[in-house]
């Protein structure tokens, strides 16, 4: 996997209509502010957002889905630290729910990189990053664990009545020290049991 640099851009409301009616070819799931399809565009692919409000803030979901939403997320962060790459950039923009399958999916991995390996963060206001790659710190397993953590937490404030372990998990995997971080497999142990 090698980052490559990407054009953003805007398309006009006519054009946008074309493209959703002849070039979609699958839809990748929904995020917290939009939703990501799969396109023919040019000789390949890409993957085009279509923004809308976010989907925990309008949620039906029940407790028992977003906890194990909250165990895929995990597993699914897990499946990219197990290839060899730290995600940097892991908010809700960039995790994907399909809501037919509960499957999760994480996209934007344009400040992937592999572990040990600095990102170039220079210090930042966001706060779902983790202190450590902000200071320009090498990215770590940890620091994905951090932003994980800031997720899960999103996710226990949209719970009727929220899991305390999911809510001890939130915290501790938001220390600001990286070494008492729990690994993603004891988080996956630990949510699994819920």
């Known amino acids: 996997m090698t980052a490559k640099k990407t054009e953003g851009f805007v398309l006009e409301a006519e054009h946008l209509e074309e493209l959703l009616r002849s070039a979609v070819k699958e839809e990748l799931g929904v995020g ?6 799969l396109i023919r565009w040019g000789e390949g692919d890409a993957v085009l957002k279509l923004a809308h409000s976010e989907i925990l803030e309008n949620s039906t979901y029940s407790d028992d889905v977003l906890l194990r939403l909250s165990l ?3 597993v699914t962060v897990q499946e ?3 290839r060899g790459y730290i995600h940097n950039d892991l908010m809700d923009d960039n995790v994907l729910v399909d809501e037919a399958t509960g499957r999760v999916s994480i996209i934007d991995f344009g400040n992937a990189c592999r572990p040990g390996q600095d990102v170039g963060y220079s210090a930042s206001s ?4 983790a ?7 090498p990215s770590t397993a940890a620091s ?7 997720l899960l937490g999103q996710i226990l404030d949209e719970m009727d009545q929220p899991s305390r372990t ?3 998990l939130a915290r501790e995997m ?4 990286p070494r008492w971080r729990p690994a993603l497999p004891a988080v996956i142990q630990r949510l699994d049991s819920c």
Do not use: K, T, Y
């Open 72 to 74: 895929r997320l995990c």
């Open 174 to 177: 938001q220390s600001s020290d």
């Open 80 to 82: 990219v630290h197990d």
């Open 131 to 137: 202190p450590e790659i902000l200071g320009g710190g």
């Open 166 to 168: 999911l809510g001890r």
């Open 126 to 129: 966001n706060v779902n990053l």
């Open 32 to 37: 917290a502010s939009g939703r990501a399809l």
């Open 144 to 150: 994905d664990v951090f932003s994980v953590g800031f």
